[in-house]
């Protein structure tokens, strides 16, 4: 388990990716390793506003000659996301992670194919480079509304050992429908797990693809957080043997096996 630190981080980057999503850079003074799956908190170092500190997926982890690079991809949905996409480069925030359980990499079976919607790209892309540069082989499929709000479609491309395919609601780019219908359609024997991150309704089709192929899914939930390190308990998750825990602590990544009913 990769330790958590507290530390202030200088935004050194910043990449327009979409109308809605951008890419950013942190650079830590400080060591920090993350596996993917995890993520951190981020908020300012001054000031009350936001109070609260927001989670955000782990895209990548890389070295300078300054420290640790940490990639994020962002979309801009509200007050503290809005300021990233306009605060000025060079500027001070506070970091606090890696957070929560990721994908289970040194248990990947022979064959996992990996699933991504819209903004849930930052922990798949993650876990591809990883599978990547440990000669694991995978298929990755990645859907999103349209072509423009495909991220990083080349740097995908370049982390997928094996198929990439792409999927746009509109037909716009890539293969036309759902990702997971075109998953469905496109499914080979061979796959052995799926990795998924996105939209809850995706996760739901994913987990329940995953039982009608008998495959175990991992699946990286996206629920509200407060704290990231299970006090507030306001990302509790139900079980299927009905208990419930924190998402920012027992997951985000769960199996689908682990999830109550409804999964």
Not at 106 to 113: D, M, Q, T
Not at 174 to 198: D, F, H, M, N, P
Not at 209 to 221: H, I, K, Y
């Amino acid at each position: 388990m990769e330790r958590r630190s507290d530390q202030p981080v200088i935004l050194a980057s910043r990449q327009e990716l979409s109308p809605s999503c951008f890419a950013l850079e942190l650079l830590c003074p400080g060591p920090l390793t993350a596996t993917p799956g995890q993520f951190i908190m981020l908020g300012p170092t001054a000031g009350a506003d936001p109070l609260l500190r927001r989670p955000f997926s782990v895209a990548g982890v890389g070295e300078s000659p300054r420290g640790v690079l940490v990639q994020l991809l962002v979309k801009e949905v509200g007050k503290f996301t809005s300021l990233l996409r306009r605060l000025p480069i060079g500027s001070e925030l506070s970091l606090l992670g890696p957070l929560g359980q990721g994908f289970r990499l040194l248990e990947a079976p022979p064959r996992p194919v990996l699933v991504a919607g819209g903004i849930g790209l930052p922990p798949v892309l993650f876990a591809a480079r990883e599978l990547s540069q440990r000669g694991i082989p995978f298929d990755l499929f990645y859907g999103a509304a349209s072509s423009h709000e495909l991220l990083l479609p080349q740097e995908v491309k370049r982390a997928t050992n094996g198929l990439a395919v792409f999927c746009t609601d509109d037909g716009s780019f890539g293969e036309q429908g759902l990702v997971t219908e075109v998953l469905r359609r496109l499914w080979q024997k061979s796959y052995s797990r799926i990795l998924a991150c996105g939209p809850t309704p995706m996760l739901y089709a994913v987990a329940q693809l995953a039982r009608e192929r008998q495959v175990e899914a991992e699946l990286s939930l996206e629920e509200p957080m407060a704290c990231g390190v299970g006090v507030c308990l306001g990302c509790v998750v139900r079980l299927h043997d009905g208990s419930y825990v924190p998402s920012c602590q027992a997951g985000p990544v769960f199996l689908a096996s682990q999830l109550a009913e409804r999964w």
